[in-house]
């Protein structure tokens, strides 16, 4: 087991002055989730789920690449915890592998599955950080998917008990509880562009899954509230905004569909009670008596995870009338060549603080970049440095206009499985150096903990 660096060697990096006083209480955490960090995916009874077996099919993951061991934070947890401790963070956001604790995803459960979330758990505790649980992280399994996934109704059923047996296994000493995350983007991918497990393209299965997610939601939501005390609940959304990538009316229009549906298509039922207009019709056919109710159930805040604007090119040849779009190539970008916008993210945060009338968790935020040590045996990411204090600095900003944002995590702890990019695509504040699977915090890490340390310095004003 390799030792986490000494702390003095995450000194402080020169920290940008942050004028804006975030209070005492605001949240600074960092964001992982299963499939990508966990690893194990045979170990101790856990199941297959259908990310397993796409990563084996040839032409879908860069590199052939898979999480079979990822960053084996199965067994490396431990040093994980340290090096969060290290960075000063007060929260940490993971998912629960729905596989390792259900292998079939219904009927009996995992033991030692549910054993490594109550070993990580009581470790966070120890350490003095705060356990975020994400019950879905795309990582449905696979037992599941071959009985129909989300587009069969039972899932709702399968879901609930799901988020039943975690509340009773960790609500004692987890509060905060997310049901999904981004589920536009896994529904999107997986029955439209063919990006995620199960790549079908298929517009009624794509309308069935948004409901049955939104749906299951729901039912996991009162699973929630009724069986763990004082639960803080609720769910993580990709909001970013939607743009036409030519001022054309094709292209606006496409970017008007997109926008619907990689934005509202979830939190809009879920917390205002009813889809966007150029939803509601794909969905009527799988929509029933008092559907909405069961989904609008009361949460307590709204996740975001934002990197960068999306764009949409007008395709009619595409099931919802628009495809995905590159931004436009004079723009600044991240090392991987995402958009870096900060006040995009500022109008987002107060866009969504006034939509939805919730406190704001920013779950995500981060760049990614194709890197390794230098010659001392450093990673100096001084792009995702500067990536961090822009996007920090504009939140900053949304609050100071009044949005009620209350926490920001860095996507990532650590490097990871970055789904069809594999390895490649680097997002961690710590590099992995896989074959070793040695740690080395970057530069980013100790700028983190300086921009930490400095904010919890600071008295609120
Ligand atoms: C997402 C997922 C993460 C990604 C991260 C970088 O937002 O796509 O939640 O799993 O790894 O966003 O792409």
Redesign the pocket.
Known sequence: MVSPPPVEKLQAAEAPLVAKVLGPDFVWGVST?AY?IEGAVQADGRGASVWDGFCRVAGRIANGDTGDEACDHYHRYAEDIALMQQIGVSAYRFSIAWPRVLPLGRGAANEAGLAFYDRLVDRLLAADIEPWICLY??DLPQALQEAGGWVNRDVVSWFADYARLVADRLGDRVKRFATF??PS?FTLFGYSFGWHPPAIDDRRSLYAAVHHVNLAHGAAVDVLRARVAKASIGA?H?VQPSRPVRPTAPDRAAAAMLDDFWNRAFPDPQILGDYPTSIQRGIEPHRQAGDMERIRRPVDWLGI?H?SPIYAKADPAAPLGFAWADAPPDVPRSPIGWQVDPAAFRDTLLDAQERYGLPIYVL?N?A?AVEKPDAAGEIDDRERIDYLAQYTGALRDAVVLGADVRGYFV??LLD?F??GAGYA?R?GLVYVDYPTQRRIPKASARWYAALIRSEAMKVAS
Do not use: A
């Open positions: 989730s990508q992280h795309w995350n981004e983007v993580i990709n995870n990197y995500e981060g990614g996507w990532s990871n970055e789904w695509n997002f």
